[in-house]
RNA sequence: GCGCCCGUAGCUCAGGGGAUAGAGCGCUGGCCUCCGGAGCCAGGUGCGCAGGUUCGAUUCCUGCCGGGCGCGCCA
């Protein structure tokens, strides 16, 4: 917890105590103390903090909001770091605090280094977070990539927030596509090798699958031609799809994200937990045949309608192996469970919810991301994707072509929620045109200036900080103090690109300090306590762009 | 038709029920004796529409309009 949040909690807690005291005396004519909001007010002329306590209280008290404001302030003992206390606006209480605190933040900034920004919400907690989990038949897309950058740094902020994370990539290994798969690789396998074969209607087009089975061809030429064509597609599938993973762990672990687990749907058929769900579900009457399917009830559950588990063939629907899929999470002692998906998969939500439901477990355990599409833009005009052919930009080209730090700043930028046009230009762009890159300049500019200071970085308790006096210096203090607030917040919304803005705001303000005030001056004291802080936002800008994915480099 | 997401500045987007709604890009004009000018400063326009809840609504609710995505014994 920093500086700014326990000032903020004493506050808080006295403000209670005082307004639980002015009704015990009767002064206030109200029931409960509501929760009531204590916050940095966006104008800076209302004060480091204020609460909206005494307009919450006004309706119940019968009073006017000013008045009750005023009551609540003589029975408010809020200590010596509150140096003003107004009533302002339509009722609220603004708080000026002693500008001591500000002092106090960067030398916990260098203490805590590392883990500066972190804190102990999660209390350990074991939280998964699924992503990407891409159908293996074909290559990573910018829903991928944008999937990637979302549930890799969401994981990063649950690791600060204290939570014990997983990321887990589910492997879709069998069933339809990978028949589908199958066909697509034997056609191309047999084209090949001079056979004329048509390919399947509802083949995978791509060239990938093409590269693949010429690097099998490489190894071991014509020799399943003669084979069992059933047992061909076997050994078709099992070569492509070692291949595809391999280069998709290879593509991600080059955009920075690794993966704890890597969880094959395969497993779930052979241990027989689809078939247990299935049981269980039955035995809690949760299903009945139609049609000759299997159905569940996912009508009782809020869904739209019932959903089939079981098809007429006998195979388990895609539905009926998530269920499974999601039962083994829990099974596994994840307190929280957070999936990212594709907009396009959002009906699935409510219906995954309903099944947890009736297998017993609470559904807000289990969190779904729903991000909306991504649209390439370049030269002003949209890229074209088209699925006929399977011809689209991937994550490895467009690492090629922006570059890793640029490709997940630019995916962290937006919310999940928001539709994401993707400015390949811009991200191309090495200028101060690029978000990405005037962060980064900051931090490059930080390092420059402690490259030039012969003398050792002077410690935060032997500096006087009480030198740090331009608002430009305040400024950026008082936003080094927001990070631990803003990891805090972002991972309990599960908002990653709030840090994408924050980082931003955190190299705005830098700039405009070092602009204002030279570092290395002649007085000592003046460059000794600017030195602490260059060095406190260095710790700062490194640790929010490390959330980001996005690396620190110390020279451009 | 039903469901989910979105609608805020010319464009792309932030905005946690609060006070005078922000940023980037683009446009115009300034700022280099000195730590990296990939920087800084200044200039202006806007919450789709209509109701409702509230002391207070860009924010919550309802309806409408517009855009995206779903609604399969595909995944």
Not at 163 to 189: C, K, M, P, W
Not at 259 to 275: I, K, N, P, R
Request: hydrophobic share 40%.
């Amino acid at each position: 917890m920093g500086v700014l949040e326990r000032l903020k909690s004493q506050i808080y807690q006295a403000l209670t105590r005082a307004a639980q005291e002015a009704r015990e005396e009767g002064r206030i004519a109200c029931g409960q103390i509501p929760p009531f909001t204590l916050e940095v007010p966006r104008e800076k002329a209302h004060g480091d903090l204020a609460t909206n306590l005494a307009m919450l209280l006004s309706r119940a008290a019968g009073q006017p909001p000013r008045l009750i404001a005023q009551v609540l302030l003589e029975y408010f003992r809020g200590g010596n770091r509150i140096a003003r206390v107004e009533v302002a606006g339509p009722g609220f209480i603004n708080f000026f605090l002693d500008p001591s605190w500000l002092y106090e933040v960067l030398p916990e900034v260098e203490a805590q280094d590392e883990s500066y920004g972190c804190s102990s919400l999660g209390q350990g907690q074991k939280v998964q977070v699924e992503f990407v989990s891409a159908n293996p038949t074909g290559l990573l897309h910018m829903g991928n990539a944008r999937g990637a950058a979302l549930g890799d740094t969401l994981a990063r902020i649950l690791a600060a927030a204290g939570y014990d994370v997983t990321r887990e990539f589910y492997i879709n290994d069998a069933g339809n596509q990978i028949e589908t798969f199958g066909h697509s690789l034997e056609a191309r396998y047999l084209q090949l090798l001079g056979h004329d074969v048509p390919f399947p209607e509802d083949g995978y087009p791509g060239q990938d699958l093409i590269d693949n089975m010429k690097s099998l061809i490489a190894e071991v030429g014509d020799k399943y031609v003669a084979i069992d064509p059933r047992l061909r597609r076997e050994r078709l599938v099992k070569y492509a799809l070692k291949e595809k993973l391999a280069r998709m762990e290879r593509d991600l672990t080059d955009f920075g994200v690794v993966y704890d687990v890597w969880f094959s749907e395969q497993t779930l058929h052979d241990s027989g937990a689809v078939e247990n769900v299935l049981r269980e579900l039955q035995a809690k009457g949760y299903l009945y045949e139609d049609e000759g399917a299997l159905w569940f009830r996912s009508a009782l559950f809020g869904d739209e309608k019932d959903e089939v588990l079981v098809r007429g063939n006998g195979t388990p629907t895609y539905f009926a192996v998530d269920i499974a899929y999601h039962q083994n999470k829990f099974q596994r002692g994840f307190k929280r469970v957070v999936n990212v998906w594709g907009a396009d998969h959002h009906g699935h939500v409510p219906r995954l919810k309903g099944a947890m439901r009736a297998l017993g477990f609470d559904p807000d355990r289990l969190e779904v991301i729903i991000m909306q599409l991504v649209r390439l833009f370049k030269g002003g005009a949209p890229v074209r994707m088209s699925k006929r052919t399977g011809e689209y930009i991937t994550l490895r080209e467009l690492m090629e072509e922006v570059g890793r730090d640029a490709a997940r700043y630019f995916f962290l930028l937006r919310s999940a929620d928001s539709h994401l046009d993707f400015d390949l230009d811009l991200a191309r762009e090495q200028s101060s045109e690029n978000p990405v890159y005037y962060i980064q300049y900051a931090y490059a500019r930080i390092c420059s200036i402690l490259r030039n200071t012969e003398a050792p970085l002077p410690r935060a308790q032997e500096a006087v900080l009480e030198a740090l006096q331009d608002p430009a210096e305040l400024a950026l203090i008082r936003k080094i103090a927001d990070l631990p607030g803003e990891i805090l917040f972002a991972a309990t919304s599960l908002e990653p690109h709030r840090l994408a803005h924050y980082a931003y705001e955190l190299a705005t303000l830098f700039h405009g300090f070092y602009t204002t005030c030279r570092v290395l001056t002649e007085d000592p004291v003046l460059r000794a306590a600017r030195l602490v802080l260059v060095n406190a936002c260095r710790i700062t800008l490194r640790n929010t762009l490390g959330l980001l994915g996005v690396s620190a480099p110390e020279r451009m």
